[in-house]
């Protein structure tokens, strides 16, 4: 009887734990999401400097959590998105400013972030 209340207990943690990971990571990705909004609309309005500055943020923010991110998402979903928010730099930070292409770079980041989150809940197709 003494195993089944520990597997159940075991359970139970793992659940919660889960939980809380899927609370902590959409509330990140809210707020890098924030962040590259806000730089969007400097770019929008052609404020490149901060843009880039505000997308700098979002990037150190990102590798600031990178020891988390390793722990508990896929590697290539990581990757993808620091590879994302570099190509943005790049577009912020070039000599040829084209708020197109950065919107499109920053609309692809923001999907990422989104997507990262979706991927952990505990949905019928996630566990399918």
Request: proline residues 2%; aromatic residues 6%; negative net charge.
């Amino acid at each position: 009887m003494r195993r089944l209340y520990l597997s159940i207990g075991l359970v139970v943690l793992l659940a919660l734990l889960s939980g809380l990971h899927v609370w902590h990571l959409d509330g990140f990705t809210a707020q890098l999401t924030g962040l590259l909004t806000q730089a969007q609309r400097h770019a929008e309005q052609e404020d490149w400097p901060g843009a880039a500055l505000l997308t700098r943020q979002a990037k150190e923010l990102w590798t600031d959590h990178e020891g988390y991110l390793h722990t508990t998402l896929r590697h290539t979903d990581i990757d993808a998105v620091l590879i994302s928010m570099d190509e943005a730099l790049a577009f912020l930070e070039g000599n040829e400013k084209q708020s197109a292409e950065y919107a499109a770079v920053n609309a692809r980041l923001l999907t990422q972030l989104g997507l990262l989150v979706e991927a952990e809940l505990p949905t019928l197709t996630n566990l399918l």
